[in-house]
């Protein structure tokens, strides 16, 4: 019996440690998913936020125009909805959920950082904290392949958010990359007008694209990814289009197109083979 009772307390003991773990990192998911929603208004409030100010002048023709970046609310309140269901102590796969809690603290940090940086310096500082994010999302989400036979087994609104947040957050933020290489080169010098301008913006476009369909396939056509990439490629579209240069506009609509054309293949094209159920589940959402 005092042999039994031990064991009780020793088990007691140890998930009490873990419910402590977890609650350090959800409440660090918490608050910093807020600080996505908080921090622009702060700093907008304080007179900042020049960088991030939609259709500025002097952007490269590239950049997608304002309206585009919409997207960002709806990527911060799933966010924020994520952190709130992951971070409830009766969840499901609470060590799934730290596994996934992890890299995501880094990736909200990040956004933070990245306005932050766009104010002290915006021209390479920014990138540096892109790539971290990035690193951070892609992280995350090879989480989330490889359990993706225990996330289908979460609820319906579970499972939306999660994915949701992953897709559109590295769909939107695979591509932002590039072009924030390019107001990077822009403020160092590089042309954004000639044939040497033309031909930068083409090859940013083109990785861009060889990102898309590379990321497309590794996620097994992730519809918030794809919905994300087309978004983007499309606000890159008008941006060129409304910054009067129609060469970059068409190579820009030549990118979208490669990336659904890419996506039905993935999907759908007779060569190739997905781990069957678990990423069709994962694709349908």
Excluded: H, K
Aim: hydrophobic share 60%.
């Amino acid at each position: 019996m005092a042999r039994l009772l031990s064991d009780v307390r020793g088990v007691a003991a140890m998930r009490r440690r873990e419910l402590r773990r977890w609650s350090g990192w959800a409440v660090a998911l918490v608050v910093l998913a807020l600080g996505q929603l908080a921090a622009p208004l702060v700093i907008a409030a304080v007179g900042g936020g020049a960088f991030t100010t939609a259709d500025r002048a002097g952007e490269p023709p590239i950049v997608p125009a304002g309206y585009a970046f919409s997207i960002w609310a709806v990527i911060e309140v799933l966010s924020l909805l994520w952190a709130v269901w992951a971070a409830l102590p009766g969840g499901p796969d609470r060590d799934l959920r730290v596994r996934l809690a992890r890299p995501l603290i880094v990736v909200f940090a990040g956004f933070t950082a990245w306005l932050i940086a766009a104010e002290l310096e915006p021209r390479w500082a920014t990138l540096a904290v892109l790539l971290v994010m990035l690193a951070g999302l892609l992280a995350a989400t090879r989480v989330a392949l490889q359990n993706a036979d225990r996330i289908a087994a979460w609820t319906r609104y579970a499972r939306a958010v999660l994915w949701g947040t992953l897709g559109l957050y590295l769909g939107w933020s695979s591509i932002a990359i590039w072009l924030n290489l390019t107001t990077a080169l822009a403020s160092s010098g590089a042309p954004l007008d000639g044939a040497a301008g033309l031909i930068g913006q083409l090859g940013i476009l083109a990785g861009a694209t060889a990102t898309a369909v590379a990321l497309l396939r590794w996620t097994g056509v992730l519809v918030p990814y794809l919905a994300a990439v087309v978004w983007a490629f499309v606000g890159a579209a008008l941006g060129a289009r409304g910054a009067g240069e129609p060469v970059l506009a068409l190579a820009a609509s030549v990118g979208l197109v490669v990336v659904l054309v890419a996506a039905v293949g993935f999907r759908w094209g007779p060569r190739m083979r997905l781990p069957g159920p678990r990423l069709r589940r994962l694709a349908e959402g």
